[in-house]
């Protein structure tokens, strides 16, 4: 069974930068997908940003160029580079392990796929 915990989120001013972890426990395989999801006060949940086993990543349009995804094997450990951040990046984030075999780093966006989920991380952005 794999559990997910994240940490690292907090309040910063816009233009600033945090650094998402997830610490990953349970065996999500040599083949996986992982990703980081947000869900903003009255909004739905939306997916963020994902990583694969082969190292290829997909980032949602309006975070491209300022968010980086990671995962370090050795550590257990996925990560989410924020910089630049804006009022609009204010939200709960999530990280999720998808079945590899069930979904690709594009379709784990919409959720499809997902059998593990954190229980997430605030971030709060001021202006």
């Known amino acids: 069974q794999v559990q997910l915990v994240e940490s690292g989120g907090g309040s910063v001013q816009s233009g600033g930068s945090l650094r998402l972890s997830c610490a990953i426990s349970g065996n999500i395989g040599r083949i996986y997908v992982m990703a980081w999801f947000r869900q903003a006060p009255g909004e739905e949940r939306e997916g963020v940003s994902s990583?694969?086993?082969?190292?290829?990543?997909r980032y949602i349009d309006s975070v491209k160029g300022r968010f980086t995804i990671s995962l370090d094997n050795a550590k257990n450990t996925l990560y989410l580079q924020m910089n630049s951040l804006k009022s609009e990046d204010t939200a709960v984030y999530y990280c999720a392990a998808a079945d590899a075999h069930l979904t690709t780093i594009g379709r784990v966006l919409t959720g499809h796929g997902v059998y593990s989920w954190g229980k997430g991380t605030q971030v709060t952005i001021s202006s």
């Open positions: 990583i694969d086993s082969d190292g290829d990543t």
